[in-house]
C-alpha cells in the first residue's frame, strides 16, 4: 500500500493539472458556442480577442468551466472523456467490430510481434559476430549506429514503396518497419553484454583449455542475459512505435494508427488520444510480460 501512495499521487497531479490545461485549450470554442446561443459571457471588447480576462470572466461567472470538459470535439479532451471512449471500445464493443481498439489494437500487435522477432534474431546474430570479430566490430557497428538517425517518419514510406513495388504488402511492410526500430537496443545491449565478464573470468577459462564456444555458451551469453533483457523492453517499446508509424502512409484501415489516422481525418481528438492511451497500455503490457518472463529466467539461471 506504502508504494501505491506515491502513485498515486503522481496520477493525482497529472489528471488535474490535465483538467486545468483543457479550460485554456477549449475556452474559445465555448465562448463562441454559447455567443451563438446568445449568451453572452464577456464585454464586447473582450470578444475579439479572447484573451485571459476572458477566461477570467468566465471562470468567475463559472458556467463555462464544467463546458470546457465536455466538448464533442475538443482540442484537448478531458480525462473522463478519453477513459469513457476506452471503455465503449473495448468493453462494449465487439472485438470483431471494427470499431474496437481491441481489434485494431491487435493487427497492430501482430506486426509489432513479427517485426520485434526478427529485430531481436538480426540484433543477437550481429551482437556474436561483433564481439567474436574485430572486423564486423569496426564496420558493422558504425553503420548500425548510423542507421538510427535517419527519422522513422521519413525512412517509412520508402520501406513501403519499395516493398509494394516487388509485391511485398499486408504485416510484413509494418513488420520491417519495427524490425528496424527495435533491433538497434538489441545489438547495443548484447554487445555489452556479451562484454560484460572481466579479464580474470576470461583468463580462468583459458587456464581450463575452453574453447571460445564454450567461453561463449558457459559464460558470455549468461552475462549477457541482464542486459538482454534490458534492451528487449526498449526493442519491443520500440517496436511497437514502428508498427504504428508504418500504420500511417498507407492509409491503413485497421490498427491503432489507423484509429489516429481517422479521427485526424475527422477531427475527433478524442478517438485520437484514446488510441494514444490504447497504444501506451498495450506497450506496458508487453514490458510488464517481458519484465515476467526475466525474472523467470533469471531466477531459473540462480542470478535473482
Same mark, same amino acid.
Given at each position: 500500500?506504502?508504494?501505491?501512495?506515491?502513485?498515486?499521487?503522481?496520477?493525482?497531479?497529472?489528471?488535474?493539472?490535465?483538467?486545468?490545461?483543457?479550460?485554456?485549450?477549449?475556452?474559445?470554442?465555448?465562448?463562441?458556442?454559447?455567443?451563438?446561443?446568445?449568451?453572452?459571457?464577456?464585454?464586447?471588447?473582450?470578444?475579439?480577442?479572447?484573451?485571459?480576462?476572458?477566461?477570467?470572466?468566465?471562470?468567475?461567472? @463559472?458556467?463555462?468551466?464544467?463546458?470546457?470538459?465536455?466538448?464533442?470535439?475538443?482540442?484537448?479532451?478531458?480525462? *473522463?472523456?478519453?477513459?469513457?471512449?476506452?471503455?465503449?471500445?473495448?468493453? +462494449?464493443?465487439?472485438?470483431?467490430?471494427?470499431?474496437?481498439?481491441?481489434? *485494431? @489494437?491487435?493487427?497492430?500487435?501482430?506486426?509489432?510481434?513479427?517485426?520485434?522477432?526478427?529485430?531481436?534474431?538480426?540484433?543477437?546474430?550481429?551482437?556474436?559476430?561483433?564481439? *567474436?570479430?574485430?572486423?564486423?566490430?569496426?564496420?558493422?557497428?558504425?553503420?548500425?549506429?548510423?542507421?538510427?538517425?535517419?527519422?522513422?517518419?521519413?525512412?517509412?514510406?520508402?520501406?513501403?514503396?519499395?516493398?509494394?513495388?516487388?509485391?511485398?504488402?499486408?504485416?510484413?511492410?509494418?513488420?520491417?518497419?519495427?524490425?528496424?526500430?527495435?533491433?538497434?537496443?538489441?545489438?547495443?545491449?548484447?554487445?555489452?553484454?556479451?562484454?560484460?565478464?572481466?579479464?580474470?573470468?576470461?583468463? +580462468?577459462?583459458?587456464?581450463? *583449455?575452453?574453447?571460445?564456444?564454450?567461453?561463449?555458451?558457459?559464460?558470455?551469453?549468461?552475462?549477457?542475459?541482464?542486459?538482454?533483457?534490458?534492451?528487449?523492453?526498449?526493442?519491443?517499446?520500440?517496436?511497437?512505435?514502428?508498427?504504428?508509424?508504418?500504420?500511417?502512409?498507407?492509409?491503413?484501415?485497421?490498427?491503432?494508427?489507423?484509429?489516429?489516422?481517422?479521427?485526424?481525418?475527422?477531427?475527433?481528438?478524442?478517438?485520437?488520444?484514446?488510441?494514444?492511451?490504447?497504444?501506451?497500455?498495450?506497450?506496458?503490457?508487453?514490458?510488464?510480460?517481458?519484465?515476467?518472463?526475466?525474472?523467470?529466467?533469471?531466477?531459473?539461471? @540462480?542470478?535473482?
Amino acid at each position: 500500500m506504502r508504494a501505491a501512495v506515491p502513485v498515486l499521487t503522481v496520477v493525482t497531479v497529472i489528471v488535474a493539472l490535465w483538467y486545468a490545461a483543457c479550460v485554456p485549450m477549449n475556452i474559445k470554442s465555448v465562448l463562441n458556442a454559447a455567443e451563438r446561443a446568445g449568451t453572452p459571457v464577456a464585454p464586447e471588447g473582450a470578444k475579439a480577442r479572447r484573451d485571459m480576462f476572458s477566461i477570467g470572466l468566465v471562470a468567475r461567472n @463559472g458556467f463555462a468551466i464544467p463546458a470546457t470538459w465536455a466538448q464533442e470535439r475538443p482540442r484537448l479532451p478531458a480525462p *473522463h472523456q478519453v477513459a469513457i471512449e476506452l471503455w465503449q471500445t473495448t468493453v +462494449l464493443k465487439k472485438i470483431g467490430s471494427k470499431r474496437s481498439l481491441v481489434y *485494431h @489494437g491487435w493487427v497492430t500487435l501482430s506486426a509489432t510481434l513479427l517485426g520485434f522477432a526478427i529485430g531481436t534474431g538480426l540484433g543477437i546474430l550481429l551482437a556474436v559476430g561483433i564481439v *567474436h570479430s574485430r572486423v564486423m566490430d569496426m564496420s558493422v557497428m558504425p553503420w548500425a549506429i548510423v542507421s538510427q538517425t535517419i527519422p522513422i517518419i521519413a525512412l517509412a514510406p520508402m520501406i513501403i514503396v519499395v516493398l509494394y513495388s516487388v509485391g511485398v504488402q499486408g504485416i510484413i511492410p509494418k513488420a520491417v518497419i519495427s524490425a528496424y526500430l527495435s533491433f538497434f537496443p538489441v545489438v547495443v545491449g548484447m554487445v555489452k553484454g556479451l562484454r560484460s565478464p572481466d579479464a580474470m573470468q576470461l583468463d +580462468l577459462l583459458r587456464t581450463y *583449455h575452453a574453447s571460445k564456444t564454450q567461453g561463449f555458451w558457459k559464460l558470455r551469453l549468461p552475462a549477457s542475459m541482464p542486459y538482454l533483457f534490458a534492451s528487449l523492453k526498449i526493442g519491443i517499446a520500440a517496436s511497437l512505435v514502428g508498427a504504428i508509424v508504418g500504420e500511417l502512409p498507407t492509409g491503413a484501415v485497421a490498427g491503432l494508427g489507423a484509429r489516429l489516422l481517422a479521427g485526424s481525418y475527422y477531427g475527433q481528438t478524442v478517438q485520437i488520444w484514446s488510441a494514444l492511451f490504447a497504444a501506451a497500455i498495450l506497450a506496458a503490457a508487453l514490458v510488464g510480460l517481458l519484465g515476467l518472463v526475466e525474472r523467470l529466467v533469471l531466477k531459473r539461471m @540462480g542470478m535473482a
